[in-house]
Nanobody
């Protein structure tokens, strides 16, 4: 089964930054929906951010707007999530997911479907982000 390759999590103090990376080695499309959701044990899954690769339109959860930035490097088949001004409530397991071939519909389309496991059917292994106060 295909899997995305995530890296970049860690433990930081509040106010510090981290960068998450997500490589899709099997991707052959230009226009994909790719992004992150986060989930802690016993908690509901929460959308974080998506990017419609190719065009580059993005969409974010209100809780991270202005602090997190998602970006792409299509040549490297990699999407990045820059996490700035981290807060203890950002502590979670972050999962990168993708749905290939549908990103031409834009970031809003991608975001609205981010919690659908049937649509976003290629996942990363998850990376832990821990923020202490």
């Amino acid at each position: 089964q295909e899997q995305l390759v995530e890296s970049g999590g860690g433990s930081v103090q509040a106010g510090e930054s981290l960068t998450l990376s997500c490589l899709d080695p099997g991707n052959t499309y230009i226009h994909n929906c790719m992004g992150w959701f986060r989930q802690a044990p016993g908690k509901e899954r929460e959308r974080v951010a998506v990017i419609a690769t190719g065009g580059g339109s993005t969409s974010y959860a209100d809780s991270v707007k202005g602090r997190f930035t998602i970006s792409q490097d299509n040549a490297k088949k990699t999407v990045y999530l820059q996490l700035n001004s981290l807060k203890p409530e950002d502590t979670d397991m972050y999962y990168c997911v993708t749905q290939r071939g549908v990103g031409s519909s834009g970031g809003g389309y991608c975001y609205s479907r981010l919690l659908s496991s049937s649509l976003y059917n290629i996942w990363g292994q998850g990376t832990q982000v821990t923020v202490s106060s």
